[in-house]
């Protein structure tokens, strides 16, 4: 017989899963634009005749101080940062979820028996 506590536990479970689903695939999908993003910035910088290092260097000397030195340009880049990381808060949360389930679920288990082990123990 499932106790409402256990019911709450496993919908906790399952919305933990869920979240680390949606946190992991959505930071795939960042991941991979990304380096489309980082793929264009080094054809732009001439990777083709310059060679990868140095097109490198000249991508990271154009896009740096563009956010170290334009305070204007600062605050949306660090917006932009923050933003991004909402996979990784989601991804967090849902660990959060399933362990704290599953520690529940293994102490309830633990401390309370079983409606059937109640009833083995009437009948001795």
């Given amino acids: 017989m ?8 496993g919908r906790s479970n399952t919305v933990g899963k869920a979240l680390l689903w949606v ?7 960042q991941i991979g634009l990304f380096v489309i993003r980082f793929y264009d910035m080094l054809v732009r910088a001439g990777s083709e005749a310059l060679g990868w290092l140095p097109a490198l260097g000249i991508t990271l000397m154009r896009t740096v101080p ?3 030195w334009h305070t204007g340009a600062a605050l949306p880049f660090f917006a932009r940062m923050l933003v991004s990381c909402w996979p990784l808060l989601l991804i967090i949360a849902g660990i959060y979820l399933v362990k704290r389930s599953a520690n529940a679920l293994a102490a309830a288990s633990v401390e309370t028996p079983r409606v059937s082990d109640r009833a083995r123990e009437r009948s001795r």
């Fill in 2 to 9: 499932v106790t409402t506590r256990e019911f709450e536990l």
């Fill in 23 to 29: 946190g992991t695939a959505a930071l795939v999908a």
């Fill in 66 to 68: 563009d956010a170290a």
